[in-house]
T-cell receptor
Framework: GAGVSQSPRYKVAKRGQDVALRCDPISGHVSLFWYQQALGQGPEFLTYFQNEAQLDKSGLPSDRFFAERPEGSVSTLKIQRTQKEDSAVYLCASTIGGSSYNEQFFGPGTRLTVL | GENVEQHPSTLSVQEGDSAVIKCTYSDSASNYFPWYKQELGKGPQLIID?????GEKKDQRIAVTLNKTAKHFSLHITETQPEDSAVYFC?????????FGTGTSLTVIP
């Protein structure tokens, strides 16, 4: 595809369930970012990959959040034992290189609702 | 995270008028300042960016100014059109981490 895709687009989970959110970056893009966007707020940084290496995970809010990108392409954000406060849109972005000046291309996001 | 203040939170303008959105940041090491437009149900899209070694940049109806001493930067949209209606976010970096403002909901009234 031409852009970043994310699946599922919508996810409803019961509190305590585990969820897995997928991001397909633009082919060949080196860097991949995950953000959490609460309603009416700006995106908040969660984690950053360069190829398969997770270089920064300082934004992950708790050890229930885990992200991986094993082959340097597709990435999965996993949230264990979901809580109501995890409800948000999770955005993925990719960039062509590893420079902070590279344009970030965002996917449409996954809207997670925890009941 | 790093604090980014963005004002105003909502802005309504008549078609053809100008719109200005302002952001203030605190990290003096930041060197890249992108602006994003987010439409309902979509991810943010880059509309313009500026690096710290430049004071102003313009792209057709959109311009961004940066004052590194005062640590603030602004987005200017001239000759606004209804399709400019969206939420706009400023952002700045600390290394490869990006910090976003809280957003400005712009409505252009035809």
């Amino acid at each position: 595809g031409a852009g970043v895709s994310q699946s599922p687009r919508y996810k409803v989970a019961k509190r305590g369930q585990d969820v897995a959110l997928r991001c397909d970056p633009i082919s060949g893009h080196v860097s991949l970012f995950w953000y959490q966007q609460a309603l009416g707020q700006g995106p908040e940084f969660l984690t950053y990959f360069q190829n398969e290496a997770q270089l920064d995970k300082s934004g992950l809010p708790s050890d229930r959040f885990f992200a991986e990108r094993p082959e340097g392409s597709v990435s999965t954000l996993k949230i264990q034992r979901t809580q109501k406060e995890d409800s948000a849109v999770y955005l993925c972005a990719s960039t062509i290189g590893g420079s902070s000046y590279n344009e970030q291309f965002f996917g449409p996001g996954t809207r997670l609702t925890v009941l | 995270g790093e604090n980014v203040e963005q004002h105003p939170s909502t802005l309504s303008v008549q078609e053809g008028d100008s719109a200005v959105i302002k952001c203030t940041y605190s990290d003096s090491a930041s060197n890249y300042f992108p602006w994003y437009k987010q439409e309902l149900g979509k991810g943010p899209q880059l509309i313009i960016d500026i690096r710290s070694n430049v004071g102003e940049k313009k792209d057709q109806r959109i311009a961004v100014t940066l004052n590194k001493t005062a640590k603030h930067f602004s987005l200017h949209i001239t000759e606004t059109q209804p399709e400019d209606s969206a939420v706009y976010f400023c952002a700045h970096n600390t290394g490869n981490q990006f910090y976003f403002g809280t957003g400005t909901s712009l409505t252009v009234i035809p």
